[in-house]
């Protein structure tokens, strides 16, 4: 990807290149997930279970999907199977967010050069848990 820091250095070819190469990437993402992938383990309804005394013979861990729906938080127990089949949605979804955020990076560096506006700032870092996929340009994100 572009870094925000030495944009003097891009071109305006360069900026135009990267925008089509996000937009194919965003052509081909597939389906996403909204909220995280969690993993948790959990204590069972029987009181004499060590489960109860001992934190390192909890159940588990299972693993569910949290979100946000209309202002709550929404979790869904997941089989093992369910979890190997989503994973993939949930990294789709934070590729998409950080293409998203860089797609608007490169427009705010673009209308900065056309208006002669000072250039923006670095984006905001990632605050998903889960790290982007490489850059798949080859480019490298130095
Ligand atoms: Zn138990």
Same mark, same amino acid.
């Given at each position: 990807?572009?870094?925000?820091g030495n944009m003097e250095h891009v071109s305006d070819a360069d900026l135009r290149r990267r925008q089509?190469?996000?937009a194919a990437e965003i052509a081909n993402i597939g389906f996403c997930l909204p909220g995280s992938l969690v993993e948790r383990?959990?204590?069972?309804? /029987?009181?004499g279970c060590s489960c109860h005394s001992d934190p390192s013979r909890r159940h588990g861990p299972y693993r569910s999907w949290t979100r946000r729906v209309a202002g709550k938080t929404t979790t869904r127990n997941l089989t093992p199977e369910q979890a190997q089949t989503y994973e993939p949605w949930?990294? /789709?979804a934070a590729r998409l967010h950080h293409l998203v955020r860089e797609l608007e990076h490169l427009g705010a560096i673009a209308a900065a050069r056309a208006e002669g506006w000072a250039e923006p700032p670095q984006p905001p870092p990632d605050r998903r848990r889960r790290a982007p996929a490489a850059d798949p340009s080859g480019r490298g994100a130095a």
């Open positions: 990807m572009l870094k925000g089509r190469q996000i383990t959990g204590r069972c309804g /029987n009181a949930f990294d /789709n």
